[in-house]
């Protein structure tokens, strides 16, 4: 039986910060080299929802997990035929205003890093470079047993040779790229094996109930570490995965601003907590830190 990954989680003990507003995001970020830890959240105005937002998609469908993944050939069908349609929505989404406006506030120096919790690839697409991708990415494929890395479009034109008849269609998308498919359409779809050595294929991302791997955690934590402060965006940071470098940055006493709609996890940490929407919140950021400029220059 599949169970349903953590919807919430017990609140805080102390109340929440207020709300505050972009121009207090503004004077933390203006400082400079600050690390931005973004999630689901930052991808819903590209056409992919979250997971436990108010229409978020753990509130209807329960994702893979690794175990459930690594455990059958039935559970692998299931999950690459509902994923061979998933992912070709995901490959068509684009960048929106917020993925825009990191790049922008990279470009522009005040961000010295991003870390996504995404798998969609949309911050690479905005022209963000380096993205630390902490669950990987959906356009890739790993065997399970030689641990080859391949495009994932080589394994779709492959799907699709070997499933010339499938006719599933796609109703509705989630941020793993899996969708809502028919038993019977399940039932019927052929999955392939790795080229090279015949084993399991598995997209290269993480799983519920799989760890990141222990080298890009450690690369993460350097990243909190040569950091000024942490921007977290669009993520509710009920996982580990992701709360873990708000808590460092916290205990080391450097600022954590999270702008997400809706309560996190990681509240009690924030000295500025933001519920606005991503896209147009980041673009007044972004035009508010490049207002400043002039102003700097002058006073030099």
Not at 12 to 36: F, I, S
Not at 179 to 206: I, N, Q, W
Not at 272 to 281: F, H, M
Request: glycine fraction near 10%; charge should be positive; proline fraction near 6%.
């Amino acid at each position: 039986m599949r169970t349903r990954p953590t919807l919430t989680w017990a609140g805080p003990g102390e109340p929440l910060p207020r709300a505050g507003t972009v121009a207090e995001v503004a004077e933390v970020v203006a400082g400079r080299r600050v690390l931005v830890l973004s999630g689901a959240g930052l991808s819903t105005e590209s056409g992919i929802p979250d997971y436990r937002g108010e229409t978020g998609s753990l509130r209807r469908h329960t994702p893979m997990t690794y175990g459930d993944f690594v455990a059958s050939e039935e559970g692998r069908r299931r999950y690459w035929a509902r994923s061979h349609l998933g992912w070709r929505t995901i490959a068509r989404a684009a960048p929106n205003a917020g993925h825009r406006a990191v790049s922008a506030l990279r470009s522009g120096g005040w961000v010295s890093g991003v870390i996504t919790q995404n798998v969609d690839g949309l911050h690479r697409a905005a022209g963000t470079p380096a993205v630390v991708e902490l669950h990987g990415n959906l356009d890739r494929v790993v065997c399970l047993g030689c641990r080859r890395i391949t495009p994932r479009e080589e394994l779709d034109v492959r799907l699709r040779a070997a499933n010339p008849d499938f006719g599933g269609t796609a109703t509705r998308i989630n941020p793993d790229g899996d969708v809502e498919l028919g038993d019977d359409a399940v039932r019927a779809f052929r999955t392939v094996p790795c080229a090279s050595c015949a084993g399991v294929l598995k997209p290269d991302v993480v799983f519920f109930g799989e760890n990141v791997p222990r080298a890009r955690v450690e690369r993460c934590y350097r990243m909190v570490d040569e950091a000024s402060a942490v921007l977290v965006l669009g993520s509710s940071l009920t996982v580990m995965s992701g709360l873990r470098f708000v808590r460092r940055a916290a205990k080391a006493g450097k600022p954590v601003v999270i702008v997400n709609r809706g309560q996190t996890r990681g509240d009690e940490h924030a000295s500025v907590r933001a519920d606005l929407p991503l896209g147009p919140a980041l673009t007044e950021l972004v035009a508010a830190l490049e207002n400043r400029l002039p102003a700097a220059a002058e006073a030099r």
